[in-house]
């Protein structure tokens, strides 16, 4: 039995590194005949830490350097088990760090919470290992749902190293520490402060892991910002130029009308027919009482005309007038872009897209809805972009829950019976 307890010792520990590990580098790239690699580096390892440890039990040094070394078995697990990640893994050494040190805080918390545990119950074998692995398990599964699997993978080569660095320093010191501290605290007289040691213990474990996804979080959010910062930025450019185009066409607009009376006068209205109904096709174009409106609608309907789709709309464009003009732009844009884009590849009779802007009791209601092919997956309330590059995608939508926030007001996606419907509100100001 005593084998058996010892050889356990080393796969609860060694083993519970291993498996977080895994879990946090599970969204990684993984190599050819990845699972044959991980079961070869990982018997590597465990066959490696328990020598390690049986030489040090068996070298008959004295406490606390026999201590020291035997924690010491930490440092080459984690410098093997970095090793295992790069061996399966298509990732940098920041990234295997990542892993392993978000690996040993897990780790450290699950140990220290059962040894919390098992100072109250005192259960012998087996019933300690049952206690272990589902102690083990009930940590894992909720540090994945709360934070693996939202984790960018990306995020961690572009995050602080510096963030990482620490939070390996921090957990090593509470490993360390806790031994030394353990080995002087013995006795019942001692219970309460091994509690106290075990419970800060499983504090830096716990600030250790926030610390990394934290900044991974915070990483994500700061690239998504400053990506659509950049992106608002190209379609206020771009806004400035179609209104130019648009003031440029209107001149060249009124003075074809007023060469055209010229001309019907000259040689009769019937044989101007066909160039009165070319230049009034453009006068039927959007005229809502808002200048940025009425140039982005212009704009998008030249596109629809070439993907034969259907534009209808409806706006008083006048009660927009508290709106910013290249954020009517970017809103108005980026909904017409998604539902021309939704909308392009369905049956000619199903191209079509309807657009309405009114006021009612000081609310301004923007409503959009078209038909699409493939149901979009919402995540928060998102639809998620279908494009292979999700980095540069998506953002559209993105962009219309900031402009919504930003006066106040609220964006609300939806599908229905093969219909995509936005629906945006916003108080209108008071006027003083």
């Given amino acids: ?46 066959l490696l830490s328990h020598l390690y440890d049986q030489l040090i039990i068996n070298a008959g040094l004295m406490n606390p350097l026999r201590l020291f070394l035997r924690n010491s078995n930490c440092l080459l697990v984690f410098a093997f088990t970095m090793l295992l990640l790069r061996f399966a893994h298509v990732c940098s050494n920041w990234q295997a760090l990542f892993c392993v040190t978000a690996a040993y805080c897990m780790e450290h918390i699950s140990q220290r919470l059962y040894l919390e545990l098992a100072a109250v119950a005192s259960p012998e074998f087996p019933l300690s290992a049952v206690l272990t692995i589902f102690v083990r398990t009930a940590v894992y599964v909720f540090v994945y749902y709360l934070a693996i699997r939202k984790m960018d993978i990306a995020m961690i080569e572009h995050g602080s190293k510096m963030q990482i660095i620490i939070t390996l320093l921090v957990i090593l010191s509470a490993i360390y520490l806790n031994s030394f501290a353990n080995m002087e605290a013995r006795g019942e007289k001692y219970a309460i402060l091994r509690f106290y040691l075990s419970s800060y213990s499983i504090i830096a474990g716990v600030m250790g892991l926030f610390i990394e996804f934290y900044q991974i979080g915070y990483q994500n959010m700061k690239s998504e910002r400053d990506l659509l910062k950049q992106l608002l930025y190209h379609e206020a450019e771009q806004y400035r130029r179609e209104r130019d185009t648009m003031d440029v066409i209107n001149v060249k607009y009124h003075d074809l009308k007023h060469q055209l009376h010229i001309l019907e006068r000259q040689f009769g209205k019937d044989s101007m027919k066909d160039m009165r109904q070319a230049i009034d096709g453009y006068d039927s174009y959007f005229h809502t009482g808002n200048a940025a409106l009425d140039t982005v609608l212009t704009m998008k309907s030249y596109a629809c005309l070439n993907k034969n789709i259907q534009l209808t709309c409806l706006a008083d464009g006048g009660k927009l007038q508290f709106i ?22 369905l049956p000619v009779e199903n191209r079509l897209i309807s657009l309405t802007v009114n006021e009612k009791n000081n609310f301004i209601f923007i409503h959009s809805e078209n038909y699409y092919d493939i149901a979009p997956k919402f995540i928060d309330g998102i639809p998620q972009t279908t494009k292979n590059n999700r980095d540069y995608h998506g953002f559209g939508t993105r962009s219309l829950l900031m402009i919504a926030a930003k006066y106040n007001g609220s964006c609300t996606l939806r599908t229905m019976d093969n219909i995509f419907y936005t629906d945006i509100i916003m108080p209108m100001p008071a006027i003083e």
Avoid: C, H
């Avoid at 520990?13 to 050819?32: E, H, Q, T």
């Fill in 1 to 46: 039995m005593e084998w058996i307890k010892l050889i356990w010792g080393t796969v609860t520990y060694v083993g519970a590194i291993l498996v977080a590990a895994i879990m946090v580098s599970f969204k990684f790239p993984r190599k050819k005949k990845y699972w044959l690699r991980v079961l070869i580096g990982s018997f590597v390892i465990l």
């Fill in 324 to 345: 910013a003009e290249q954020d009517i732009y970017s809103l108005f844009g980026n909904i017409l872009d998604n539902a021309i884009e939704a909308t392009e590849i």
